[in-house]
Nanobody, 126 residues
Framework: VQLQASGGGLVQAGGSLRLSCAASGRTFSSYTMTWFRQAPGKEREFVSAFRSSDGSTSYANSVKGRFTISRNRAKNTVYLQMNNLEPEDTAVYYC????????????????????WGQGTLVTVSS
């Protein structure tokens, strides 16, 4: 089972990027798919989640209104559309998959997830 994150890069403030998390080895149709990020010298933080069980989404306050998470079921892929990027968004972005519907209070807990991708670097210049 693998999660392959891609789509990172260098972008100017105000720009956009779309990250992809492609899953292989099994179908994640009942999983909660989540993006985390870790900036240099900081702890990993929750960014956004997509619950496959009911299609509900969740966002960190810092990205609400700028980021959109979505899923393509046929491609077994989750996307993170990031608009109006800020230098503070600079980080390595990781995708993770957890079985079932993870409740909101548990979304930030790394132990709630069974699989992790390798990370993709997003750099936003000012």
């Amino acid at each position: 089972v693998q999660l392959q994150a891609s789509g990172g890069g260098l972008v100017q403030a105000g720009g956009s990027l779309r990250l992809s998390c492609a899953a292989s080895g099994r179908t994640f149709s009942s999983y909660t798919m989540t993006w985390f990020r870790q900036a240099p010298g900081k702890e990993r933080e929750f960014v956004s989640a997509f619950r496959s069980s009911d299609g509900s989404t969740s966002y960190a306050n810092s990205v609400k209104g700028r980021f959109t998470i979505s899923r393509n079921r046929a491609k077994n892929t989750v996307y993170l559309q990031m608009n109006n990027l800020e230098p503070e968004d600079t980080a390595v972005y990781y995708c993770a998959a957890g079985a079932g519907r993870i409740i909101t209070s548990e979304l930030q807990r790394a132990g709630a997830y069974d699989y992790w991708g390798q990370g993709t670097l997003v750099t936003v210049s000012s």
